[in-house]
């Protein structure tokens, strides 16, 4: 039996990825930077650990505890949604920590397994900003454009290995924490300043207002077809309107 391990499995993409993987059979280990009664159901192919993508001890701990593991998914992360000129350099560093770094050493962490057995998989949850211009993401879109351009290499050094690296690329959801994090942030005044404000607002709705979303089921269907896919495609657009945005590329 197969065994995938993903990240930030708490809520949202991760949280309906684990359950997918579970309805198909599979071992799943879910981690969590809190671990959470009742978040996923009872199963002896569903464990629990606590991993915190920015806390190096704790990706080697849950490492240890999980046992071999097949397929990797990368899928903590955090928004920020503001201007630059607003955005203190502090926070720039926090998404990075998260978004890039945290994905760069749970790969590591996995990576002498997957190449000693010949096999494995590691997605990266990226998103649907990669994809487009979009405004008021410049520090979330750099988190997750260096994801891309990091897969896109790390892919070609573990093809000799039988090991394959892919990114998905979500689009926008509302029904996540995501969306509740971002705006719920209590900087997020702070991170457009004065003169920018009509024009954020204005973007801000438009964004709200677009026709086309991504369901959480999108994505854990996404990473499922990433995971099985043996065309050697490296970017996987998860929901319409990632789908849309690759397609009009
Ligand atoms: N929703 C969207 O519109 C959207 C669009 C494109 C891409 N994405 C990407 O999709 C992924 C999942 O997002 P989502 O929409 O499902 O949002 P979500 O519901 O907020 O889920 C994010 C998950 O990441 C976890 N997390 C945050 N920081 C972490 C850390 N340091 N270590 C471990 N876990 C951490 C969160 O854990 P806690 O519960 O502890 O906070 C949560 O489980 C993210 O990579 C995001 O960038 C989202």
Known sequence: MKTVLITGASSGYGRETALYFHSQGWNVIATMR??????????????????????????????????????LVNNAGVPSIGVFEGTPMARVRDVFETNTFGVMATTQAVLPQFRERGSGVVVNVTSSVVLGHMPLSAVYKASKMAIEGFTASLSLELA??????????PGACLTTNFAATATNDASVDELVPAPYAPWAKKTMDAFTGQDL?????????????????????????????????????
Request: glycine fraction near 6%; charge should be negative.
């Open 34 to 71: 809190t671990p959470r009664a009742g978040v996923l159901p009872e199963s002896d192919r569903l464990r629990v650990i606590e991993l915190d993508v920015t806390k190096p001890e704790t990706i080697t701990a849950a490492f240890e505890a999980a046992g071999p593991v097949d397929v």
């Open 160 to 169: 000799p290995f039988g090991v394959q690296a892919k990114t998905v690329e």
């Open 213 to 249: 979303f991504t369901k959480e089921s999108d994505v854990a269907e996404t990473v499922w077809h990433a995971v099985h896919d043996t065309t050697g495609q490296l970017r996987f657009p998860a929901g319409p309107d990632a789908v849309w945005l690759a397609q009009a590329k």
